[in-house]
C-alpha cells in the first residue's frame, strides 16, 4: 500500500494567520483526499483534491477557507486560511490507487490561539 | 444521506472475552463498508474491507444487508486489540463515511 507523508505532524498557529499542510505519496495514486477530525469527532471530509484542477468540496467547507491544490498524482497540499480557534482540529491526507481502499497519513494538528 | 451509526462510544472487556463492535449503516445502493482501526499515537489503518470476506487480526465482519449491519468480532480479545475502531461506507466518487467511533479497552 502507499505510504503517505503529512508535514507538518503539528503547528500552533496565531488566529488570522495561514497555514499550508503538505501530503506526499510514495507512489502514483489515482485519488486523494482531505479530511477533518475536530476534537472528539469523527473524520469529516473537507475535500477531493483532483489532479490538475479544482477541488471538490463538501458542503459546509469552502475553497477560500480551505484552498487545496495538487499539481501532481503523489502530492497535495492543502492550506488552513485565516485560522480561528474553530480550526484546531486534526488534518488527514488520505490516498487511494486504483481498486485499493485509502490509506491515511499520521495527520497534523493545528491549535489555534 | 449515508450514514454509518456505531452506538458504543466506549467498549470495555475482559481479555479472552469475545468482542463485538457495532456498525450499522444507512445507503440507497449497494454498499462497500470498511472497518479502520487507530492504535494509540498510530496513524488510522485499514483493519478489512468487507468485499475481501477475510480475517485480520482475528477479527471478521460480515455485512448484513437485511440489517443494514457490519458487525466487527473477535472471539478472544487480546490487550494489544485497545485502540480507537471507525466504521466507514464509501459512497460515491470513492468518499468515506464515518462512524463515530468505539474506543475499545481489554483488561488484563
Known amino acids: 500500500s502507499a505510504v503517505i507523508s503529512q508535514k507538518p505532524s503539528r503547528d500552533i498557529c496565531q488566529r488570522g494567520t495561514s497555514l499550508t499542510i503538505q501530503c506526499q505519496v510514495d507512489?502514483?495514486?489515482?485519488?486523494m483526499f482531505w479530511y477533518r477530525q475536530q476534537p472528539g469527532q469523527s473524520l469529516t471530509l473537507i475535500a477531493t483534491?483532483?489532479?490538475?484542477?479544482?477541488?471538490?468540496?463538501e458542503s459546509g467547507f469552502v475553497i477560500d477557507k480551505f484552498p487545496i491544490s495538487r499539481p501532481n498524482l503523489t502530492f497535495s497540499t492543502l492550506t488552513v486560511s485565516n485560522m480561528s480557534p474553530e480550526d484546531s482540529s486534526i488534518y488527514l491526507c488520505?490516498?487511494?490507487?486504483?481498486?485499493?481502499?485509502?490509506?491515511f497519513g499520521d495527520g497534523t494538528r493545528l491549535s489555534i490561539l | 444521506a449515508q450514514r454509518v451509526t456505531q452506538p458504543e462510544k466506549l467498549l470495555s472487556v475482559f481479555k479472552g472475552a469475545p468482542v463485538e463492535l457495532k456498525c450499522n449503516y444507512s445507503?440507497?445502493?449497494?454498499?462497500?463498508l470498511f472497518w479502520y482501526v487507530q492504535y494509540s499515537r498510530q496513524r488510522l489503518q485499514l483493519l478489512l474491507r468487507?468485499?475481501s470476506r477475510e480475517s485480520i487480526k482475528g477479527f471478521t465482519a460480515d455485512l448484513n444487508k437485511g440489517e443494514t449491519s457490519f458487525h466487527l468480532k473477535k472471539p478472544f480479545a487480546q490487550e494489544e486489540d485497545s485502540a480507537m475502531y471507525y466504521c466507514?461506507?464509501?459512497?460515491?466518487?470513492?468518499?468515506?463515511?464515518f462512524g463515530q467511533g468505539t474506543r475499545l479497552t481489554i483488561n488484563p
Open positions: 507512489s502514483q495514486v489515482t485519488m
Open positions: 468487507h468485499i
Open positions: 466507514a461506507l464509501i459512497q460515491g466518487a470513492q468518499k468515506l463515511v
Open positions: 445507503y440507497s445502493g449497494s454498499p462497500e
Open positions: 483534491a483532483n489532479q490538475g484542477s479544482e477541488a471538490t468540496y
Open positions: 488520505s490516498a487511494q490507487g486504483e481498486d485499493q481502499p485509502q490509506h
